[in-house]
């Protein structure tokens, strides 16, 4: 059960757009549609941004997508804003009852 | 309101073992799976456990498997975690998490707890 592999930080300005990789394999992001991610500012608990690969949960804006492609999913965040500096897991299932996250990646705004 | 709220967190000595609980309200807790997630000190997240909601369905990590339980009271509203030969590598903050769709399993993971911190250290 290794960790999802993400990049340690992306940084981008205000208004620009970044995108996080999350690199598995074909038995847990490439095997399956259940990829979510998780957004966690300091001393905070854990926020679901993203379900089912693509899917936001009602409140999450819409500069927050995703997508997948083989083993590796991606979050973009369009139009950067302050508070969207904080910490982003992935997560998918892995089979034989196992979910499994991401390293993280810390995104910095300019 | 949808809430967890955590408890049994502390200091222990390696070797010894520790009970967390997780407190559910605001929602039908019979129909949803749950799952224990950890974050130790400055690290990232790390799934520990995972219950269907009619307990059928029970999951580990390698990391703790063996030496963690997993069970749950829909009567209570409860979820918990038996851990048994606790190391310093335990020492960590352990969040109970609600599964997105009612009774399913693998979605992930909607309302997070404010955790409960266990420390692992003779």
């Known amino acids: 059960q290794s960790a999802l592999t993400q990049p340690r930080s992306v940084s981008g300005s205000p208004g620009q757009s970044v995108t996080i990789s999350c690199t598995g394999s074909s038995g847990d992001v490439g095997g399956f549609h259940y990829v979510s991610w998780y957004q966690q500012h300091p001393v905070k608990a854990p926020k679901l941004i993203i379900f089912?690969?693509?899917k936001r949960p009602s409140g999450v804006p819409d500069r927050f997508s995703g997508s997948k492609s083989g083993n590796t999913a991606s979050l973009i965040i369009s139009g950067l804003q302050a508070d969207d500096e904080a910490d982003y897991f992935c997560s998918s299932y892995a089979g034989n009852k196992i979910f499994v996250f991401g390293s993280g990646t810390k995104v910095n705004v300019l | 309101e949808v809430q967890l709220a955590e408890s049994g967190g502390g200091l222990v000595q390696p070797g010894r073992s520790l009970r967390l609980s997780c407190a559910a309200s605001?929602?039908?807790?019979?129909?949803?799976?749950m799952h224990w997630v950890r974050q130790a000190p400055g690290k990232g997240l790390e799934w520990v456990s995972g219950i269907s909601w009619d307990s059928s369905t029970i999951g580990y990590a390698d990391s703790v498997k063996g030496r963690v339980t997993i069970s749950r009271d829909n009567a209570k509203n409860s979820l918990y975690l038996q851990m048994n030969s606790l190391s310093p590598e335990d020492t960590a903050l352990y969040y109970c998490?609600?599964?997105?769709?009612?009774?399913?399993?693998?979605?992930?993971?909607?309302?997070w707890g404010q955790g409960t911190t266990v420390a692992v250290s003779s």
């Open positions: 089912d690969v693509n």
């Open positions: 605001g929602f039908n807790f019979a129909d949803y799976a």
């Open positions: 998490a609600k599964e997105i769709r009612p009774l399913f399993y693998y979605y992930g993971m909607d309302v």
